[in-house]
C-alpha cells in the first residue's frame, strides 16, 4: 500500500509568510509525529497526535507552529510569520500504534527567504 | 532525558571494505535503540533495532549493530560497503518505539 505522503515537497516562502504542511499518513494508523530536521541535523521531535487528540507538543519551538489532526486522519503543521530559522526539512511519521515502528514521509523542504 | 551521540559526522570508505559507524548513547532508563538510513531527499527507513534479548541485531542490507550496556554503545557494521551504501545514518532512542531522539547522522562516503 502507500506510504506516508507528505505535500508540498518543498516550500519557499518570504519571511514573515505562513506556511501550511500537509501529512497524510498510512491508512488506519493511530499515532502520527511530526519532527523537524535542519541542515545537517538529526530530526527533532515536535509533536504527536494519538487519533485526532495532540498528545504531546512540547517539541514546538514557539507558539508560530501549530499542528492538528481534526478527523485523526490528515495532519497539517501550521508555521505562522515564518523565520529564516524555521528552514528545515519537516518529516512526518505514523505508526499503527502508540508502540509499533514508524514509517516516515519523504519529508517538505521549507527554505524561508 | 536522553541523548545520542555520533562520534563521526563523516566517514568515507572504499567499496568492498568493511565499516563501523560508531554510536553512544545517555539515559537514565532502560531504552530501545535503533539505526535509521536516509538518502538524498528521502525520508528515514529503519535499518534495524534493538529492543531486548540478543546484544547482535541484523538488519536490512547487511547492517548488523551490538548491543554494549557498559559502555552504552550501539555500533553499526557492515562487513563489505557498496557504492548504493552512500547515504546519511542516524542513531536513535526512545523508551518505545516513539518518540524517538537523534544523534546527529554520519554521512558514509563510499568510493570505488
Known amino acids: 500500500g502507500a506510504g506516508v505522503s507528505q505535500s508540498p515537497r518543498y516550500k519557499v516562502a518570504k519571511r514573515g509568510q505562513d506556511v501550511a504542511l500537509r501529512c497524510d499518513p498510512i491508512?488506519?494508523?493511530?499515532?502520527l509525529f511530526w519532527y523537524q530536521q535542519a541542515l545537517g541535523q538529526g530530526p527533532e521531535f515536535l509533536t504527536y497526535?494519538?487519533?485526532?487528540?495532540?498528545?504531546?507538543k512540547s517539541g514546538l519551538p514557539s507558539d508560530r507552529f501549530f499542528a492538528e489532526r481534526p478527523e485523526g486522519s490528515v495532519s497539517t503543521l501550521k508555521i505562522q510569520r515564518t523565520q529564516q530559522e524555521d528552514s528545515a526539512v519537516y518529516l512526518c511519521?505514523?505508526?499503527?500504534?502508540?508502540?509499533?515502528?514508524?514509517?516516515f514521509g519523504n519529508g517538505t523542504r521549507l527554505t524561508v527567504t | 532525558a536522553q541523548s545520542v551521540t555520533q562520534l563521526d559526522s563523516q566517514v568515507p570508505v572504499f567499496e568492498e571494505a568493511p565499516v563501523e559507524l560508531r554510536c553512544n548513547y545517555s539515559?537514565?532508563?532502560?531504552?530501545?535503540l535503533f539505526w535509521y538510513v536516509q538518502y538524498p531527499n528521502q525520508g528515514l527507513q529503519l535499518l534495524l533495532k534493538y529492543l531486548s534479548g540478543s546484544t547482535l541485531v541484523k538488519g536490512i542490507n547487511g547492517f548488523e549493530a551490538e548491543f554494549n550496556k557498559s559502555q552504552t554503545s550501539f555500533h553499526l557494521r557492515k562487513p563489505s560497503v557498496h557504492i548504493s551504501d552512500t547515504a546519511e545514518y542516524f542513531c536513535?532512542?526512545?523508551?518505545?518505539?516513539?518518540?524517538?531522539?537523534f544523534g546527529k547522522g554520519t554521512m558514509l562516503l563510499v568510493s570505488p
Open positions: 497526535f494519538q487519533n485526532e487528540a495532540q498528545l504531546d
Open positions: 511519521a505514523s505508526s499503527l500504534a502508540r508502540d509499533s515502528p514508524l514509517h
Open positions: 536513535a532512542v526512545s523508551q518505545g518505539y516513539s518518540t524517538l531522539t
Open positions: 491508512s488506519g494508523h493511530v499515532s
Open positions: 539515559s537514565s532508563v532502560s531504552v530501545y
